[in-house]
């Protein structure tokens, strides 16, 4: 009976991979799609395009601020009440502590499956 089962979940890992190659297929040609179709917007000036279907592609950017002086902006930051936890670069502090301080708690998340591919020789 167990080698049944790893015959079996030979051939679903087996499906999952043939998928995922096909996918990093399409994953890529969209990627190409979507550069050429941003380089015709800028080329155009155009801001967006419509399909008959109502899809519509926009071109957008991201803003973000640079701090150029420490002390002012963190100053600016505590009197507007923006200042935020880097729970991130905490974890890393606290991640071995068997007892973690009050005032964090430890949240665990839904279990996930990572796939590692096999390096390509080039």
Avoid at 16 to 21: D, F, S
Avoid at 23 to 43: C, G, P, S, V
Avoid at 47 to 64: I, P
Wanted: aromatic share 6%; net charge neutral.
């Amino acid at each position: 009976m167990k080698q049944l089962a790893k015959t079996q979940d030979l051939t679903v890992a087996t499906e999952l991979h043939a998928i995922q190659g096909q996918i990093a297929f399409l994953q890529e040609r969209e990627d190409e799609l979507k550069a050429a179709l941003l380089e015709n917007l800028k080329n155009q000036g155009v801001s967006h395009v419509r399909l008959e279907d109502g899809t519509t592609y926009t071109r957008s950017h991201r803003e973000t601020l640079k701090v150029k002086d420490e002390a002012a902006a963190t100053k600016w930051a505590v009197e507007n009440g923006c200042m935020k936890i880097d729970t991130g670069k905490a974890m890393k502090i606290l991640r071995r502590e068997f007892k973690l301080p009050k005032f964090f708690t430890r949240v665990v998340g839904e279990d996930y499956l990572t796939v590692k591919g096999v390096k390509d020789d080039e």
